[in-house]
């Protein structure tokens, strides 16, 4: 009966969020001031962030612009909702707020596990990640979340031309746009330049013609 009082006290309405961005939009500094703004407010909340960002040796969501927050992993193999019901079997409680880091990495069964942590424990679960990888393709977790989640919003940012980037295009050392390659490759700025379709065009076709051999006589 307590476990059935704890669930019916967390039977409100919650949403599954998913806020996306080209890399450098702030998405991490937005989540990570959400997180200020549930504590300071005294607001339960958790932060999560799949095992395959590798970027960080230590269970941290950490923001290029320096700050930093404790979070779980989440591994391939993670049943999210198992997980947080575990957590109420154990005379817990859920918290009323769930923040996903790098969201595209997640499996599609794991945003309908955390889908179903929204409807059954009444949670609010914000996951914040890229739209699209280098070649301009949906990423599997992003995909799902286009599919189900209730709130789905933008976080824009500007080419170096004006537009609003949409793409993350991955670059070698010479600052030269690659178009083939593994969908998942852990980078940041040295990698990655985030910009709008006509530049990312313009500058494919600029990489193909200094890499063109030319001509014979």
């Known amino acids: 009966m307590e476990k059935q009082d704890k669930i019916l006290d967390m039977k409100r309405i919650g949403k599954l969020y998913f806020r996306y961005g080209t890399m450098g939009s702030a998405k991490t500094a937005l989540l990570l001031t959400t997180a200020y703004n549930l504590e300071e407010r005294g607001m339960a909340y958790l932060c999560f962030k799949p095992v395959t960002d590798t970027r960080e040796m230590r269970n941290v969501i950490r923001s290029r612009i320096g700050i930093e927050r404790e979070c779980k992993w989440i591994y391939p193999e993670s049943d999210l909702y198992g997980i947080l019901t575990r957590m109420l079997d154990e005379g817990g409680m859920i918290p009323g707020w769930i923040l996903v880091d790098e969201a595209q990495f997640l499996d599609p069964r794991q945003v309908d596990q955390l889908a179903r942590v929204v409807d059954d424990y009444g949670c609010n679960v914000i996951c914040y990640g890229l739209r699209t990888d280098f070649q301009t393709h949906l990423f599997e977790g992003s995909r799902r979340l286009f599919e189900i989640a209730d709130s789905i919003e933008e976080v824009k ?27 998942v490759e852990i980078g940041g700025n040295d990698r990655y330049m985030a910009v709008c379709r006509k530049c990312w065009t313009h500058k494919r076709v600029e990489s193909m013609n200094r890499h063109r051999l030319p001509f014979e006589n």
Do not use: H, M, W
């Open 157 to 183: 940012s500007t080419c170096s031309c004006g537009r609003k980037t949409i793409v993350n295009a991955r670059i070698d050392g010479n600052g030269d746009i690659i178009t083939e390659g593994e969908q």
